[in-house]
Structures are given as C-alpha cells and as structure tokens.
C-alpha cells in the first residue's frame, strides 16, 4: 500500500542546499524544527529560512573552512547562500 500524503516541500532549493550540507558531513538532529549540525554549528529551518543560532559568521566561517569532498560543492553552497541573502523573503502561499 502506498502512502498518498500530499506533497508539503514549497522550497526546493532550500532542500538542495540542505542536502549538500549533509552530504558534505552535516548531521541532521531534530526534525521540528528541521535542524542539522556541520563542523560545531546548529542550522535550524524556521520559517522557510536555514538560520545558525550562533549567528551568520560561524555559518560562514564553516562553510568557508570546511574540507568539501568535492570543490563544486563549496561553490554551490555560497552561491544558494549568497542568492537567498540577496532576495527578499516571500510570504508563503497556501494553495
């Protein structure tokens, strides 16, 4: 039997980002909220954005001094970092 529960992903590039950053070593911790640790920092998912509870210069500093497995990956990372920090944040839209 399968399970028919609808689809609630409504930011998949928030989800690749999220991936990379497990792919590359993150562990994911919590579930509710979604949150995943990398290199000493926690990332929280709240409302649409990953936040790092111990502020934007210990993310940056663990992504930017991570040993990525593959440099394309460091390179995806800040640039859906740099492109989230350069757009506006969208109220959701329920359908």
């Known amino acids: 039997m399968t399970d028919a529960r609808p689809e609630r992903r409504v930011n ?4 690749r ?13 919590g579930r509710s909220p979604i949150t995943l ?14 936040s790092n509870d111990s502020g934007l210069r210990d993310l940056v500093a663990a992504i930017a ?9 460091r390179h995806i990372a800040i640039e859906i970092c740099l ?3 350069g757009q506006p944040i969208e109220p959701r839209k329920d359908s």
């Open 12 to 15: 998949y590039v928030l989800r």
């Open 17 to 29: 980002h999220i991936d990379c950053l497990l792919d590359s070593g993150g562990t994911l911790t």
């Open 83 to 85: 492109g989230h920090l």
């Open 37 to 50: 640790t990398l290199q000493g920092c926690t990332l929280a998912v709240r409302n649409g954005v990953l």
């Open 65 to 73: 001094s991570h040993v990525w497995p593959a440099p394309h990956l």
